[in-house]
């Protein structure tokens, strides 16, 4: 299996891929961790780690009989630094700047499982590109491509932490390589000491519940006041604790063309996003990682963002939205979110309006968002 591993190997880095590894299939050993972090109701309302977490145990829940887990990285950092941002603007995290990459990974292990079958038409394999439970950080390190640093993202020496991962397992017995025993973050805190919101209970420990990426991108719903008024800008993912992280400095950038940055992400306008028709929204979500929040969430972030920064220029599109029946509960009850913390009597009085609203969610909004603007009128900023 030697010349048909090297050439595997080959065929990866020919596709585009920046690195590849490859680890036996085994039960991996940060497995009980992942249970204590479940256990400790750390992954806040992502229950499907919870449902899918058994799975996670060992590799061949998703390839019966699998032998090696081919581990692949590829670079999406773009150099483009995320300097400060417009009044109009939010972050969006550097993830979703191009095309979703789960599509551009997938189409490209789908054609190095095609190579291994026409070398070996016996083997079986499967793709994994966060779609079945893996536990791919630990699978990346086993496979020699780098380690889990304190925030829990994996880091290579060379590439840095602004990388996707992808996964192929197969029956077959490749040769694997040695795991990345050690640890590079020496007494480095900086991704701890940087997170805006102090998700991080120590080395490793990241708490969904304070985590700005979960409530951003994960969350359905409303945002508790808590949460909302600490989204410090982002309005899709955040990407602090890996943008202060030194092994980023010297990254290079990406190498495949179909993860290019698309200019729509790397500053929105958010006032543009509120008052965005459907079809536009389709368009812009068609195709992108940011769509996993979808268009409500994606509002809903915006507004939130726009309420803690307290504009007055932002009250007439966020009014529009509150003011729009026919508008998802939870853009309207951030609307009015929103409005409750910029001065002025025109947010009060768009909030007055709505104080019989007949959706529960977006009255009970109202209701907060009136007693906050009228203790505090000058607003929170
Ligand atoms: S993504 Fe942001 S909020 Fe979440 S742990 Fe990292 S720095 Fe903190
Ligand atoms: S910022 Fe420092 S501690 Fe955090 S992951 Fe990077 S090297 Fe490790």
């Avoid at 020496?186 to 985590?211: H, K, V």
């Avoid at 990407?239 to 993860?259: F, H, I, S, T, Y």
């Avoid at 509002?299 to 726009?306: D, E, F, H, S, Y």
Wanted: aromatic content about 8%.
């Amino acid at each position: 299996m030697d010349d048909l591993t090297a050439r595997l190997k080959a065929e990866a880095l020919r596709l585009g891929f920046n690195r590849v590894g490859i680890a036996p299939a085994v039960s991996p050993p940060g497995y009980p961790n992942f249970l204590r972090w479940l256990d400790e109701g750390r992954e806040a309302g992502m229950g499907y780690l919870r449902r899918n977490g058994p799975a996670r145990e060992h590799p061949d829940s998703i390839l019966e009989g699998v032998r090696s887990v081919v581990m692949v990285s590829v670079v999406y950092g773009s150099k483009r630094p995320v300097g400060e941002i417009g009044p109009r603007s939010g972050k969006v995290a550097r993830y979703a700047w191009s095309d979703d990459y789960h599509r551009v990974l997938w189409d490209k292990l789908g054609a190095l499982l095609d190579w291994l079958r026409a070398e070996h038409p016996e083997a079986r394999g499967r793709v994994v590109v966060d779609t079945a439970p893996l536990l791919e950080r630990d699978f990346a390190r086993l496979a020699g491509l780098g380690w889990i640093g304190k925030n829990t993202m994996l880091i290579d020496r060379h590439l840095g932490s602004f990388t996707f991962l992808g996964a192929l397992l197969t029956d077959l017995e490749l040769v694997t390589d040695r795991p990345h025993e050690t640890s590079h973050c020496g007494t480095c805190t900086r991704c701890l000491d940087a997170c805006p919101t102090g998700a991080f209970d120590g080395p490793n420990r990241l708490d969904a519940r304070r985590c700005i990426s979960y409530w951003t991108i994960e969350h359905r719903g409303p945002i508790p006041d808590f949460e909302a008024g600490q989204l410090d800008g982002w309005v899709f993912g955040c990407d602090v604790c890996q943008d202060v992280c030194p092994w980023n400095r010297k990254a290079p950038g990406g190498r495949m063309p179909e993860l290019e940055p698309r200019s729509e992400w790397l500053e929105p306008d958010l006032f543009g996003w509120l008052d965005e028709d459907q079809e536009t929204w389709r368009a812009r979500l068609k195709g992108s990682a940011a769509s996993r929040a979808r268009r409500a969430g994606l509002l809903r972030n915006a507004a939130l963002v726009l309420g803690a920064r307290g504009g007055v220029e932002a009250v007439a599109a966020l009014a529009r939205r509150l003011d729009d029946r026919e508008e998802d509960a939870t853009v309207r009850a951030a609307a009015a979110w929103a409005l409750g913390r910029i001065p002025g009597d025109e947010a009060r009085e768009a909030i007055a309006r709505h104080r019989d609203d007949e959706d529960p969610v977006v009255r009970e909004a109202v209701r907060e968002a009136a007693a906050r603007s009228t203790e505090d009128p000058g607003g929170s900023g």
